[in-house]
């Protein structure tokens, strides 16, 4: 395939290309290729960045500005942890050059993040960290060396031309350290100055090169104002700390962010299309080139780049990304297939209906993104404490060197750098994002879409769940219950004859009684529906034609047809045969899924529209111990707010279109994947399929974040409590510093990892 200005913007290395092809991509058809229009915002398009130059989550905020400053932006959001940045903006008043040119001169960098290309810089950025902290690693091993005989001999036993070779060997080890593995916190601190701003990093890159300046000293000028004391092995400690919390947080931001790439990067490159000149071969043709109406062949363990339907072929499909489903699918000819699933055997001639942003694929893959860079309230109030409290580090530092200088020089820089490196608020910056995002990506691993980061912090506090009845706790079709007979008759022979008139009718229920009938029935002729009553018609039945009516109690002339259930009788000319009640069927795992949010301790409620006896037998089936039948969507919507009047926090879990207000109102909202637009619009939570142990599942995984992110706050907090003042009374050395602010950060990494299994996962 030809380079396009998108994959020059991702090849280009020097600034006058990378101009170049950016200014390319305002052509329409090329920003299209990461970008989508959004429905009913009058024109408006949501464009997808891969940011580079974002060493710290806080820089989220610097891109953000930079963003929402250029002409027809209308917000930008950036998610630090994953470095993409989502930008909405009106293509009539902006191009997205300008966004290039306004994060150059923040003194960061961009890539389209709608192309497979932005995993290369990737790639090659995370084997650049793995080379600085083999290299900071390896340097520190040799310097602890070098240093480990001077703390362990006593004094006067080593000679002051030993100690001297000693210092130059760790003062030459140290400068890779310094010059490789430092890179990117120099980098990213001279640009935050550069731009009079503090980030993290600041405080980073001054502990770093004070404690080298004046171990250089010390090492050329021993009897110097700054005495003879050196931090090669702090410096190297810390360095190598420090790049093993980011090569960690690096590697969690891979994983969570890794079911969304997975899932954008499903569909193949290339798929094979029938000849447009009509000579019935097929040819290798771009994934993006398809439109409505291409005839296309999939081999058995390709992944179906389109929705479309089935003209040939018979094969298994896997649709677990997209549905829930477990197990595979066939599909035959005349069947509908869908974006994104895998063909695991057969090959399949599909005809093409929907492709690129049309698809229920593109939906998802939309869905996802949009929460990856949404911040949690308590992320972006973490994001505003590390600013200001950066500048109380910087202050602190100064009064501490200030404070102990009279006291001793040398003792006084140590005071300095290690408050500058013990209070780098790393870990309070990671604390939120890391487990929300942790927490996310486990769930999107499990066809959960989480539509809002913002949507797990609600869900913890969650106390109430509301189930809509038809739909969400059932499923499509109604189901054979109890059947009743005349004496004499067996019920499998009163269910074979009806079964034989239900096939031909188009009635739910006849349809269910058909379904439950199976196959073998016996002959029918002369068949005729009334609507609204019933079919008759003669069934071949002991060697003879009986004329039998199957319908509405009226229709059969049914005297005690019964009250509560919804029956559907037989009658021959003699009367009554049999009785079916035929009733909505319950999800297979609705009860246990009530039972598991009992369980966590959460009220059960339904609220239906159907009638009263309806919602109250079919929550006694599901274990449901409240309900509440004929519910108009008005009803439900003053229902909801009459219990969070009373306190109550809510989670409505729907599907159809008058669920769209109520899913609006409550504090958290789940729609099934099957709901209609409107449903899902609404919606927190997307669960794929008709799978309703997801709805426990997501409540339990959004109460086991809010722990893990309270403790890491509470570990950020406590830390610095007792570190800060530690330091700056001067009972806290650099290298003790480095090793607790790496640790911290270290901490926070690990303790969200853990919210990347679901327990279930365990």
């Excluded at 999107?444 to 539509?451: D, E, H, Y």
């Excluded at 009788?569 to 999800?587: I, K, N, P, T, Y």
């Excluded at 009263?612 to 089936?621: G, K, P, S, V």
Aim: proline share 6%.
């Amino acid at each position: 395939m030809p380079d396009s200005p998108l994959s020059l913007a991702a090849a280009t290395d020097g600034p006058q290309d990378r101009a170049a092809a950016w200014t390319a991509l305002d052509q329409p058809a090329e920003w299209r290729a990461f970008s989508r229009e959004l429905q009913g915002q009058g024109g408006r398009v949501e464009s997808w960045l891969a940011i580079e130059g974002m060493e710290c989550p806080g820089c989220a905020l610097v891109v953000e500005d930079a963003l929402t400053a250029c002409p027809g932006v209308r917000s930008a959001q950036v998610n630090g942890s994953t470095a993409t940045a989502r930008v909405e903006w009106e293509p009539g008043a902006g191009r997205p050059s300008d966004w290039w040119a306004a994060l150059q001169r923040a003194g960061y960098g961009a890539l389209p993040a709608g192309d497979q290309l932005d995993a290369q810089p990737r790639r090659r950025a995370r084997r650049m960290m793995l080379w600085r902290w083999l290299v900071a690693g390896f340097c520190m091993m040799q310097v602890m060396m070098y240093a480990v005989p001077v703390y362990m001999s006593a004094p006067g036993e080593m000679s002051a031309d030993a100690l001297g070779l000693m210092r130059w060997a760790a003062w030459l080890l140290t400068l890779p350290v310094l010059l490789f593995s430092c890179k990117p916190f120099f980098a990213s601190a001279w640009r935050d100055l550069r731009h009079l701003r503090l980030g993290m990093d600041v405080p980073v890159a001054l502990g770093i090169l004070i404690a080298y300046a004046a171990s250089t000293a010390a090492t050329f000028q021993p009897r110097g104002p700054l005495g003879d004391e050196v931090w090669f092995d702090s410096i190297t400690m810390f360095v190598f700390f420090l790049l093993s919390g980011r090569m960690l947080e690096q590697r969690l931001r891979d994983r969570t962010a890794g079911a969304l790439e997975a899932l954008a990067r499903r569909l193949p490159d290339l798929v094979e299309r029938r000849s447009l000149a009509g000579d019935g071969r097929f040819e290798r043709v771009p994934v993006r080139t398809l439109v409505p109406g291409d005839c296309i062949r999939v081999l058995p363990g390709e992944v179906i780049p389109a929705d479309g339907l089935v003209l040939a072929g018979d094969g298994q499909v896997d649709e677990a990304i997209l549905t829930g489903e477990s197990q595979p699918l066939r599909r035959t000819a005349g069947q509908p297939v869908v974006a994104g699933s895998h063909n695991l055997s057969g090959t399949l001639v599909i005809q093409v209906l929907r492709c690129g942003p049309d698809t229920r694929f593109a939906e998802i893959v939309g869905l996802m993104e949009r929460a990856s860079v949404e911040k949690p309230r308590v992320a972006r109030q973490a994001d505003r404490v590390a600013g200001w409290f950066l500048g109380l580090v910087v202050l602190a530092s100064a009064g501490g060197a200030a404070w102990w200088w009279p006291a001793g020089h040398a003792h006084a820089i140590g005071v300095a750098i290690a408050v500058l490196i013990v209070t780098c608020p790393c870990a309070l910056s990671l604390a939120t994002p890391a487990a929300t995002l942790a927490a996310a990506g486990a769930l999107a691993r499990r066809g959960i879409v989480v539509r809002r980061l913002q949507a797990l912090e609600a869900g913890a506090s969650v106390d109430t769940v509301i189930f809509d009845k038809t739909g969400t706790l059932t499923q499509a079709e109604l189901a054979l219950g109890a059947v009743r007979c005349r004496e004499g008759l067996q019920a499998s022979q009163a269910l074979a004859l009806a079964g034989a008139l239900a096939a031909c009718s188009l009635h739910p229920a006849s349809r269910a009684l058909a379904r439950a009938a199976g196959e073998g029935l016996p002959p029918v002729r002369g068949t005729r529906e009334e609507a609204g009553r019933g079919v008759r018609g003669e069934v071949w039945h002991a060697g003879a034609w009986q004329a039998l009516r199957l319908g509405s109690a009226a229709f059969c002339g049914v005297q005690d047809a019964g009250a509560g259930s919804t029956q559907v009788h037989l009658a021959d000319a003699q009367g009554w045969l049999a009785s079916f009640q035929v009733d909505e069927a319950l999800r297979e795992d609705a009860p246990a899924a009530v039972a598991a949010l009992a369980a966590q301790g959460l009220g059960v409620q339904l609220l239906s529209g159907d009638t009263e006896a309806a919602a109250q037998r079919l929550a006694q089936r599901a274990g449901i111990a409240r309900a509440e039948g004929g519910q108009t969507p008005e009803a439900k919507l003053a229902r909801v707010a009459q219990l969070q009047q009373q306190g109550r926090r809510i989670a409505m879990v729907g599907d159809g279109m008058n669920d769209g207000p109520v899913l609006a109102r409550a504090d958290l909202s789940i729609a099934m994947g099957h709901a209609v637009p409107l449903a899902q619009a609404q919606a927190d939570f997307v669960v794929p399929g008709e799978r309703l142990s997801a709805v426990p599942l997501l409540l339990a995984q959004a109460r086991r974040c809010r722990r893990v992110v309270r403790e890491n706050l509470a570990w950020a907090a406590a830390y610095n409590m007792v570190c800060v003042p530690l330091a700056v009374a001067g009972a806290m050395p650099p290298w003790l510093a480095g090793l607790g602010m790496a640790a911290s950060s270290l901490f926070v990494v690990m303790n969200s990892a853990r919210l990347a299994r679901l327990p279930q996962d365990a």
